[in-house]
């Protein structure tokens, strides 16, 4: 049986400066082991959120649990925060002028010097930052400086850890592996993770369990791939998957039938071939994305995108056979 390390119940916190920066009425539960991620526009309410599940932040109504037990706000206690959880911000909060190793091993105490040690380089095994052990933060990439900031977040039996935009400062050739440590590392620790990003990738690449924030508001709480496959609403749509979004008359002008006043599907959906369904298009724009091509295609002044996997089949100026295979309606 799955064991739920965290509760949110009935989560507010608002700002009467920045009403849009708030949370309200915000419920779910992470399963232990877990990685979550909160995804959303700027102002959306992720921070807000994040800092209230560490104890950072004093709620308006509602709680946080871990293990059953209330997490204190920041008026209950000296030191903000709970014990058993870290937190990772976009500033890394590392000694600049300290070295890799100094820095995660600060975090535990000199009551046995031997222990402290090994256990500081497994953590940097752990990150792939064993190389970097005596170098100053300040030499260290922005990738580097994130990975030594995670280490020194776990080193003290850390259970849940907290990740606030945390590939913001790191190139995309490096984003994709420092995800994939990520995912490991939690595989490997049996560790929960709770990241805030704006970007959606993030979330789908990284999440066993996705949430959508939309001004506070808690949209959906789901597998990303049940999220993707059916979002809840137009935001969710466009937020994931880069969503087309036509209205009921332009969709009409694609022979799609439909009461509702959207049709949204992905350029995925499209299908490239000539069916009793198919419709004629004009390809506008071909973007070349690698391994396949993204089609601006449009038919009666109405335009959508749809993928091309063999590369170069189409070329502008084309005219061709295509049906939207599948849709959802709003």
């Given at each position: 049986m799955?064991?739920?390390i965290i509760?949110?119940?009935k989560?507010t916190?608002?700002?009467q400066q920045?009403?849009?920066?708030?949370?309200?009425d915000?419920n779910?539960?992470i399963t232990?082991?877990?990685?979550?991620?909160?995804?959303?526009?700027?102002?959306s309410?992720k921070?807000?959120?994040?800092?209230c599940?560490?104890g950072?932040?004093?709620?308006?109504?509602?709680?946080?649990?871990?293990?059953?037990k209330?997490?204190?706000g920041?008026?209950?206690q000296?030191?903000?925060?709970?014990?058993?959880?870290?937190m990772?911000?976009?500033d890394?909060s590392?000694?600049?002028?300290?070295?890799?190793?100094?820095?995660?091993?600060?975090?535990?105490?000199n009551?046995?010097?031997?222990?402290?040690e090994?256990?500081?380089?497994e953590m940097?095994?752990?990150?792939?930052?064993?190389k970097l052990?005596?170098?100053k933060?300040?030499e260290?990439s922005?990738?580097e400086?994130?990975r030594?900031a995670?280490?020194?977040a776990?080193?003290?039996?850390?259970?849940?850890?907290?990740l606030?935009e945390?590939?913001?400062?790191?190139?995309?050739?490096?984003?994709?592996q420092?995800?994939?440590?990520?995912?490991?590392?939690?595989?490997?620790?049996?560790?929960?993770?709770?990241?805030?990003?704006?970007d959606?990738?993030?979330?789908?690449?990284?999440a066993d369990?996705?949430?959508?924030?939309k001004q506070g508001q808690l949209l959906?709480?789901d597998?990303?791939?049940?999220?993707?496959?059916?979002p809840?609403?137009?935001?969710?749509?466009?937020?994931?998957?880069n969503?087309?979004?036509?209205t009921?008359?332009?969709?009409?002008?694609?022979?799609i039938?439909?009461?509702?006043q959207?049709?949204?599907?992905y350029?995925?959906?499209?299908?490239?071939?000539?069916?009793?369904q198919?419709?004629?298009?004009?390809?506008?724009?071909?973007?070349?994305k690698?391994?396949?091509?993204?089609?601006?295609l449009?038919?009666?002044?109405?335009?959508?995108?749809a993928l091309?996997l063999n590369?170069?089949e189409?070329?502008?100026n084309?005219?061709i056979?295509a049906?939207i295979?599948h849709?959802?309606?709003?």
């Amino acid at each position: 049986m799955n064991e739920q390390i965290i509760t949110v119940n009935k989560l507010t916190k608002q700002y009467q400066q920045t009403q849009a920066s708030g949370i309200t009425d915000i419920n779910f539960s992470i399963t232990k082991g877990d990685i979550v991620a909160i995804i959303g526009e700027s102002g959306s309410g992720k921070s807000t959120l994040l800092k209230c599940i560490y104890g950072l932040l004093k709620p308006d109504a509602g709680e946080v649990l871990m293990n059953d037990k209330r997490v204190k706000g920041p008026d209950e206690q000296l030191i903000p925060g709970n014990a058993e959880m870290k937190m990772v911000t976009q500033d890394f909060s590392l000694n600049i002028y300290a070295k890799v190793y100094d820095n995660i091993a600060s975090m535990l105490s000199n009551t046995d010097i031997k222990a402290k040690e090994s256990k500081t380089l497994e953590m940097m095994e752990h990150l792939h930052i064993t190389k970097l052990k005596d170098k100053k933060i300040i030499e260290l990439s922005g990738g580097e400086q994130q990975r030594v900031a995670i280490a020194k977040a776990l080193i003290s039996d850390t259970k849940v850890l907290l990740l606030d935009e945390p590939f913001s400062q790191v190139d995309s050739l490096l984003k994709n592996q420092l995800r994939a440590d990520i995912k490991r590392l939690a595989k490997e620790t049996g560790l929960t993770i709770i990241l805030v990003s704006h970007d959606p990738t993030d979330g789908l690449f990284l999440a066993d369990q996705l949430l959508i924030l939309k001004q506070g508001q808690l949209l959906q709480n789901d597998k990303p791939e049940t999220i993707y496959q059916n979002p809840s609403d137009l935001y969710t749509a466009q937020i994931l998957g880069n969503a087309v979004i036509l209205t009921r008359e332009e969709a009409l002008q694609l022979g799609i039938k439909t009461a509702k006043q959207h049709v949204v599907f992905y350029p995925e959906w499209v299908e490239l071939k000539s069916t009793w369904q198919s419709r004629r298009f004009e390809v506008k724009e071909v973007y070349y994305k690698g391994f396949y091509d993204e089609l601006l295609l449009e038919r009666n002044g109405v335009k959508i995108r749809a993928l091309q996997l063999n590369s170069g089949e189409h070329k502008k100026n084309d005219h061709i056979q295509a049906n939207i295979g599948h849709f959802l309606e709003f």
